[in-house]
């Protein structure tokens, strides 16, 4: 089965501290995604890697980084937190060719 | 007008009863379809995959593509309790050397009461 973990189900921050959401996937895929989910907004792509150290934005990428330095681990950085950032965060992992991702459970992030 | 359209739903049966879900697209390149359920609060969890135009089967799940309508269907038959979650299509034009992005449809929620 394939297992993608991410570090915290819910994390409350507050405005202006430096966010890092980890997730983790043990199926050695070569790429791994971040999305962030709203009501009425669905998923949206922050950014993806498909390699050590290669990185890619996505749809919506302002006001994120991201980190890639093992193959397994993946982290999104929220430099400076804003409430507009109060979402749920949920990760995906995938053979490098392949379409099907396979989704973490996802962490529910309130900046107050 | 969004790349791919789903109605929100929300979708009520009974229980036993056949749900029927799909989403229309705009994109006349994609060509690989995903149907994910999501529970509240949990990460999608991939369904079903399918390529191309067809039917597939696996259990109580039917995924349809109709690619000349640019139309896409899950059907759920003898639908249970357990099923209540929020359907998930996502589809993507191909496979690339690296990095296959998705399309995601908003959701519909399917509530299947006993």
């Known amino acids: 089965d394939v297992k993608v973990t991410q570090s915290s189900r819910y994390l409350v921050k507050r405005t202006g501290e430096k966010v890092f959401l980890e997730c983790v996937q043990d199926?050695?895929?070569?790429?791994m995604f971040w999305y962030r989910q709203d009501p009425g907004l669905g998923l949206r792509l922050i950014y993806f890697s498909y390699d050590v150290k290669m990185k890619e934005k996505g749809d919506i990428p302002e006001g994120y980084s991201v980190s890639r330095e093992k193959k397994e681990r993946f982290s999104l950085i929220l430099e400076s937190a804003s409430t507009n950032q109060t979402s749920m965060y949920l990760c995906?992992?995938?053979?490098?060719?392949?379409?099907?991702?396979?989704f973490g459970p996802g962490t529910r992030l309130t900046v107050l | 007008q969004k790349e791919v359209e789903q109605d929100p739903g929300p979708l009520s049966v009974p229980e036993g009863a056949i749900v029927s879900l799909n989403c229309t697209y705009s994109?006349?390149?994609?060509?690989?379809f995903m149907w994910y359920r999501q529970y509240s609060r949990k990460g999608p969890e991939l369904l079903m995959y399918t390529y191309s135009s067809g039917n597939k089967e696996d259990g109580r799940f039917t995924a349809q593509v109709d690619k000349s309508s640019k139309y896409i269907s899950l059907f759920i038959r003898d639908s249970q309790p357990s099923d209540s979650a929020t359907y998930l299509c996502?589809?993507?034009?191909?496979?690339?050397?690296?990095?296959?992005?998705?399309?995601f449809g908003g959701g519909t929620r399917v509530l299947v009461k006993p």
């Open positions: 996502a589809m993507s034009p191909g496979r690339k050397a690296a990095g296959n992005k998705l399309t």
């Open positions: 199926m050695d895929h070569e790429n």
């Open positions: 994109n006349s390149a994609f060509q690989y």
């Open positions: 995906a992992s995938s053979f490098l060719s392949h379409n099907e991702q396979f």
